[in-house]
Structure formats: C-alpha cells, structure tokens
C-alpha cells in the first residue's frame, strides 16, 4: 500500500476531526498531494491541495475557512483538519498523489490514490 488514509469517523455539526495519509517515500517528498471527497450518489470532488514543500495550499470554496491542509515530509505525512463540519462534509475522503511537485485540484493530475477515510457528520 503506498498511500494510507486514517481519521474518519463520526462527528456532530460543529465538530472537528483531523485526517491523516501515510504515503511512501517515493511518493511522497517530491509530489504535490491532495484531499479528494465523494458522497453517496455523487461524483468525486476536489477538497484541498498542498505542493511538494508545504508551499501554496489551496481549497474547494465550500470548505475555504474551515478545513486546512498540512505535510510533513520528514515523517511521509499528509493531515487534513476539518472544523466546524456540516452534514454536507460527510463522504469518504481520499489522498492523493500528483504527478508533478505541484498541487490541483484537478483529479486527473494524481497518479495514486489511497482507499479512502469515512467521515460522517450528523445534524
């Protein structure tokens, strides 16, 4: 397995959960990552995008303000923090590789997938 995420569960409104991807070394110092989300019945969505050095991190407007996305390469660690969540959150979240050192929120630029984190959010 080269990506690994962890973290979901179930949270009320309002509340806060932080998510987490291992990735491997080879793919993980020298690419830019991203969060991806897909609820039941609907298509996968961009969430949130980091370059390769931590540099210009960059958000889906309907989580701008409230989630914010971190690396720490020493450790091959990608996190997520999620606050304030709304019902409309709840999906399973997904990190990403990028083909490039750079971020997108463009899904056909990731080359790796992990299998997904569930988050679920009750009103």
């Known amino acids: 397995v080269q990506l690994q995420a962890s973290g979901g569960g179930l949270v009320q409104t309002g509340g806060s959960l932080r998510l987490s991807c291992l990735a491997s070394r080879r793919l993980f110092s020298n690419n830019g990552m991203g969060w991806f989300r897909q609820a039941p019945g609907k298509e996968r969505e961009f969430v949130a995008t980091i370059d390769w050095n931590g540099g210009r991190p960059y958000y889906a407007d309907s989580v701008k303000g409230r989630f914010a996305i971190s690396r720490d390469n020493a450790k091959n660690a990608m996190y997520l923090q999620m606050n304030d969540l709304k019902p409309e959150d709840t999906a399973v979240y997904f990190c990403?590789?990028?083909?490039?050192?750079?971020?997108?929120?463009?899904?056909?630029?990731?080359?790796?997938w992990g299998q997904g984190t569930l988050v679920t959010v009750s009103s």
């Open positions: 990403a590789a990028a083909r490039s050192a750079v971020g997108s929120s463009q899904p056909g630029l990731y080359t790796n």
